[in-house]
């Protein structure tokens, strides 16, 4: 059974489901992304990777500031069997809700209920999870909080980076959508969340990368790994910061925030964490060994 369905969208996360859908029998009526964005330097205008992507499919791409009336309407002719909504950014109007036959399905990168909100990798990798993965739920008026027809779970290694993880999710997400669409078809279940065990993946502040060196090492290595490769994690030393993309436990003690020998291994409230890759602001990108060649920051120094 083929369905006539809306795609919306906007980061590269979002492109493997696009992609699924567009290989699928399913018929692709239109595609929404976020309306391009101006850089921050220059007057260049940046289309997502969304509408990037659908504009090489040949697909018809609308990029509304806001989903108004006219948005309304559009839909409404339109018909669709099923709107499909995977990394958009923007909230779904209740009166949109009950066009589609089969609503509007949404992909998220959590095991919901846990990690509802805007930034659910970052979160499972900060506090330390050993897994996570995607569910497909059906929107309803509130943030996350629709049933679920189905979760695909996925073990976090511990060396995954949110950039490693959420690769990992985007295909996971990709491979998972047309089988998920046919249990909509057949008629299954959605179940409806465990509401009371909900937790909150706020989204990520950029004064959330400040390392602070009274915490445990292994929570310091979770918070680098959930910041990269954005917005990354910092430390500041006589007024210049320094971001650290690579980190690995040390079993060397010394004083929170010490620097214990000459390879830039840091003390930290328990042990200390060694920096494999670190970058000085305005500057590229270093292993450790090239940077303590020309950036020198001694050991004894406090950061």
Request: with cysteine; glycine share 6%; charged share 25%.
């Amino acid at each position: 059974m083929s369905l006539k369905i809306i795609f919306m969208g906007t980061p590269k996360f979002a492109v493997p489901t696009l992609e699924a859908l567009h290989k699928s029998e399913h018929l692709l009526v239109s595609t929404y992304s976020q309306n391009p964005k101006k850089s921050n330097r220059g007057q260049k205008i940046n289309k997502s990777e969304i509408q990037q992507f659908a504009e090489s499919l040949k697909l018809e791409v609308r990029t509304p500031e806001k989903l108004d009336d006219k948005e309304l309407e559009y839909i409404k002719k339109i018909n669709p069997d099923l709107v499909l909504v995977v990394a958009y950014g923007k909230i779904i109007p209740k009166q949109f809700l009950d066009i589609p036959k089969y609503g509007f399905i949404n992909i998220h990168a959590s095991l919901l209920p846990k990690w509802r909100g805007a930034a659910p990798i970052q979160r499972s990798i900060m506090q330390g999870e050993e897994e996570t993965g995607i569910t497909i739920m059906k929107i309803n008026e509130k943030l996350d909080s629709g049933p679920i027809l189905k979760s695909f779970s996925l073990k976090i290694l511990p060396e995954d980076t949110f950039g490693d993880l959420q690769n990992k999710l985007s295909e996971l997400a990709g491979n998972s959508i047309i089988p998920s669409i046919n249990l909509i078809i057949s008629g299954a279940k959605f179940n409806e969340q465990i509401h009371a065990e909900a937790t909150n993946a706020e989204k990520i502040k950029k004064e959330e990368g400040k390392i602070n060196w009274n915490d445990a090492a292994k929570n310091i290595i979770n918070k680098i790994r959930a910041l990269n490769p954005s917005p990354g994690s910092f430390f500041e030393f006589k007024k210049i910061r320094y971001k650290i993309w690579r980190a690995e436990l040390s079993l060397k003690t010394g004083k929170p925030g010490e620097v214990v020998d000459d390879k830039l291994t840091v003390a930290t409230q328990d042990c200390a964490i060694s920096i494999k890759e670190i970058q000085r602001e305005g500057k590229k990108k270093l292993s450790t060994k090239e940077f303590l060649i020309g950036n020198q920051i001694p050991a004894g120094s406090f950061l």
